[in-house]
């Protein structure tokens, strides 16, 4: 057996840092009303979310309420052709229920202008799970006479949870005019595992070659933050107007453990070539961990009529410079032990446990409109766009991103049912990637060098489901 196609696997398996960062930073969209409006509330916002869209119009918010937002049913479906070589497809489709925003406003100032608002939302969520076996042969060929009995798998879970809870004021400056300041503390964990194993027999030459390479990535971590949000707010007579500022965030706590194998058996029984192999292992469970939040800057406008609001915002995040989420000192077991003293195997080795963060910047827009049918109901659609801040780079892995290579867009339809002290809505979100061609993932087929152009499609529907109610002045 040539050793050719081994050094290939090895190549793709270890010439990579990981990479990790969050690609949509519009995936999520808080309180029913703002969801199916496609999240076009900068300018506008007049309930609770206020506190995340804009805390600035909290000032002109007068009645008192508690609401209860979330995605009761939500499925993710994430198809890759081609993804682990010609004729294997990846495929993940999870269902996820969780709460969008839990979130209130009070009246406990003398002075009427002071507003205070509480929240507890789910910023960031995500479930991606793929697996996949294969069994096939290469058979020989007049100008490849190598012939081989392959065996492959990929394993892949990527899960990410991200929860703020905060405290908002907002203060009323005039009838125009109002400003308002939220802050947060972020809680993030994120779990990634990727293992992959393949063999190969020799089934042509007399002597008994096997081949085997695994490939092993575990980490998971958690994080606290602290970070902060500006607004300013201004109405006159139908229009609207909004501008916001989003802080990076300050890191209260973190920890986090990462483990790593990649390692290659040759067996022969071929005196001449001889067997041989390879092991790099390391692991530690005391790692501290950066994890950054982009800076941004967002406007909105709102044009409302008694029974008709039209409402635009656009937010802009800054990228972020490459840094490292996982940067821990440790020394991993190598054998043979020569590779650890080659010199071009040390910064390799010296950064094999290292994860490293960076995205590019985003502008992302959304349109919203709110239609009220006579005097309980009210019809709500809306659209934004959600492109990746993915950042493409020589040390980029891009599985530990859940979606980070395509853009993504959300269209929304819903109903409001309105009375003296509540409220219900009720709506449908569906997000789709169109089809896109993306960098090759991985190859488990018996074509070990073949260069296939995977192609992703990628959609989400979820229904939405809030409830609010007012308390008495």
Known sequence: MERKPFLFILFI????????????????????????????MIGGVRDNTAIFYNPGALGFITIPSLSVDANVYKVDKIFIEDGAGTGLNLNSAQL???????????SIFRNERLRLSYALLTRQYSNVLMNLRYNGEKNSTPEDPDSYIYTGAFDYTNQLNEQWGGLGLGYKINDNLSVGVSGFITYRAQSYQLTNFLRIIDTV?????????NNDKNLKYKVFSMLGKFGINYEKGCWRLGLTVTTPAIKLYSSGEIQREVSMVLVTDDTLTGSGGFAIIDRTDKAKVKFRYPLSIGAGAEYKTEKTQIALSAEYFFGIKPYHLFEPNEDPFVYPPAYKDSADSKPYLNSFLHVINSSKPVLNFAVGFNQRLGKQFSLMAGFRTDFSSFRKSDETDSYLHTGGQW??????????????????????????????NIENLDHISPDLVENTTPKVFAQTIALIIGYTYYFPK
Do not use: E
């Open 13 to 40: 398996s270890i010439s990579f840092h990981t990479y990790s960062q969050d690609d949509h930073y519009w995936a999520q969209q808080f309180g029913a009303i703002s969801t199916l409006m496609g999240g076009a």
């Open 96 to 106: 996820s229920i969780y709460p969008q925003i839990i979130s209130g406003l009070v």
């Open 407 to 436: 853009d993504l867009y959300h269209v929304s339809l819903g109903l409001s049912y309105h009375k003296i002290r509540n409220s219900i809505t009720a709506g449908i979100t569906y997000t789709v990637s169109p089809s896109k």
């Open 205 to 213: 030459n007399n002597t008994l070659d096997f081949g085997s390479i």
